[in-house]
């Protein structure tokens, strides 16, 4: 008897204990906090959007725009996003990148897109940065960089241009942790497989490009900002083979077909 009123005691004075320190929280605070966060990661994201829409050309004609909406339409109806509140964008410029911006923005080169094979490869570059953002890489990345004070700074007009700068480098050219890279080849796999596109593209993208000469290296910036791509892609095969898959296409073979021809046009 004497055990089960200590008991009881014990779990009163728990309930008190834990009920007085959340009462020490400012929650208010905490509160305007993410909601801080939120809003200057809405605004930095179309700070650095300006920057980069302002150095190259944006490419908005439908045979370019229309393949990668339907990519992302996939993407996002087989993981239950909402495309709505999601961008991406195509600039016109040779090199082969693609990044995420704060403001959940996809941003892609022309070049990478004509350095994809097949669609499975392009939607696993587009699958890849989704998971960036999904899972606040992108934020992550920026703050330890650059730390938190100077990204609220810029994004109240406290700062300079070259602040903007070089946040807009960091994103674009600067390598995430391998941590991070790995989970979000994961999540890429993950969110592909449950859109029935096939894996297998986003590795072989990777280990087509880690085995460019380095005479045109200069030119492949998506495998500087993702370190181990070799490695990489063998590990995402690993994985894609112990999966049960059905793939569908996304897009017509003439569609894949404009969607290059327009690339070199323009």
Known sequence: MRKIIFQGLVVVLLFFATWLLLS?????????IKQMTQTTEEKLGELLWEIFRKSDKVM???DVVQ?????????????G???????????????????????RTVVIYSGLIAA??????????IAHELAHIQLNHVMKKLIKEVGLSVIISATTGNTGADVM????????????????????????????????IDPEGLATFLFKLSQEEPSVMKNLAWISTHPDTEERARNLMQKIDEMDLEPRPVLKPETWERLQAALSER
Not at 24 to 32: D, G, M, T
Not at 116 to 125: K, M, P, T
């Open 165 to 196: 700068r070089e946040l807009a480098r960091v994103l674009s050219s600067s390598a995430y942790d391998r941590g991070l890279e790995r989970e979000a080849d994961r999540t890429a796999l993950r969110y592909l497989e449950k859109a029935e």
């Open 81 to 103: 996003f909402d495309k709505d509140l999601l961008q991406l964008h195509v600039l016109k410029r040779d090199e082969v990148n693609a990044f995420a911006l704060p403001n």
């Open 24 to 32: 020490q929280v400012n929650w208010v605070r905490v509160l305007r």
């Open 116 to 125: 994809c094979d097949n669609e499975s490869e392009l939607a696993g570059v």
């Open 60 to 62: 908005e004609d439908a």
């Open 67 to 79: 393949p990668l909406d339907s990519l992302l339409a996939r993407i996002c109806d087989g993981n």
